[in-house]
């Protein structure tokens, strides 16, 4: 559409953090940082990596060492989970995985496949209508949230203005939005802003987010500053899962690199991770193990240092359907 758009005489300005749409679309590049121009390049003289490196202002890299994951024993155990949209329509259909300390384990799927509902399930938004979910042997199938995060589970949101912040806070309560409620930030009734504050400061600096001061609103600051928000507050507590939905959506690349490289410190700290994302290369990236869901059921399992993206992406898009149709002598409907 755009190229014929194009063809037809019309001008076009297409604005992506996606830097291979950007090469293949555009013909002319622009590259703006903070606020200003910071070089013009024609698609055939750059490269994803040389956009980047203008778009952040230093060498960044578009893949992360993941290293070698070392798996322990079991943290999250989902066994025959069901699960409804708000419409009431059965859209997680059964769906059983694990996921072990020191591993992340990714879901692939297209949007819209029960993934949004299946992470609800599992931290507490949305109650199960079928099914156990087991967090260290202990049922937590149908808890609230709050005792769920109690429990050593933290999450990253796809919403991040939904179920993330409070744009209308300061970053000091933003940041401790999930434990304001107990030690050391309250003492019964009582706030300790002077814990609070000390707290920000800290973990501002250590997750590099761009504020003029821990009192600024959320909704002052850029998307990617917003989702460091969510993932400092996140991961700075000790933690035995981290559910991470979609933590990169609208991202540029320099905060894609920094919550790669976090979560993968995470992992190796002994966390389970459950990353589920729509973008299949965020998937194979950094998954130590893919599942792949489609309309509500786990289709596939995966390992994530072998797994071909074209087997993966066939799978998201079929269900198997395709393959099943093919050992069968037939073909996909």
């Not at 060498?59 to 290293?67: A, K, N, P």
């Amino acid at each position: 559409m755009l190229r014929r758009l194009t063809a037809e005489g019309h001008s076009v300005i297409f604005i992506s953090h996606k830097l291979y749409e950007v090469l293949e679309i555009a013909d002319r590049i622009t590259v703006i940082r903070r606020g200003k121009v910071v070089g013009e390049r024609s698609p055939s003289e750059t490269s994803e990596e040389d956009l980047a490196e203008l778009m952040v202002g230093r060498e960044v890299s578009l893949t992360v060492d993941r290293g070698t994951s070392k798996p322990a024993g079991v943290v999250l155990k989902v066994e025959e989970l069901h699960a409804r949209d708000d419409r009431g329509h059965e859209v997680v259909r059964g769906v059983d995985l694990e996921v072990r300390a020191g591993e992340i384990l990714g879901i692939a799927g297209v949007a819209g496949n029960g993934q949004d509902e299946l992470v609800e399930a599992l931290i507490g938004l949305r109650r199960p209508t079928a099914g156990r979910v087991t967090l260290d042997d202990i049922d937590i199938t149908g808890r609230g949230s709050r005792a769920i995060y109690g429990a050593g589970v933290a999450f990253v949101p796809a919403d991040s203005h939904r179920f993330g912040i409070i744009l209308s806070f300061p970053l000091t309560d933003n940041l401790i939005l999930t434990s304001y409620h107990r030690a050391p930030y309250a003492r019964g009734i009582l706030r300790d802003d002077e814990a609070i504050r000390r707290t920000a400061e800290e973990r501002i600096e250590a997750f590099d987010i761009r504020t003029p001061s821990a009192d600024v609103p959320a909704a002052t600051l850029s998307g990617g500053n917003q989702q460091k928000v969510i993932v400092a507050r996140e991961f700075a507590r000790d933690l035995r899962l981290l559910v991470l939905d979609q933590p990169t959506r609208g991202l540029d690349v320099g905060s894609i690199e920094f919550i790669h490289r976090q979560a993968i410190a995470k992992r190796d700290a002994g966390t389970a991770i459950l990353l589920v994302s729509a973008e299949l290369d965020e998937v194979l990236e950094l998954s130590d193990r893919i599942a792949v869901m489609y309309r509500g059921e786990i289709v596939g399992v995966f390992d994530g240092r072998t797994a071909d993206k074209n087997d993966v992406g066939l799978l998201m898009a079929t269900g198997g359907r395709e393959r099943a149709a093919d050992d069968a002598g037939g073909t996909a409907a």
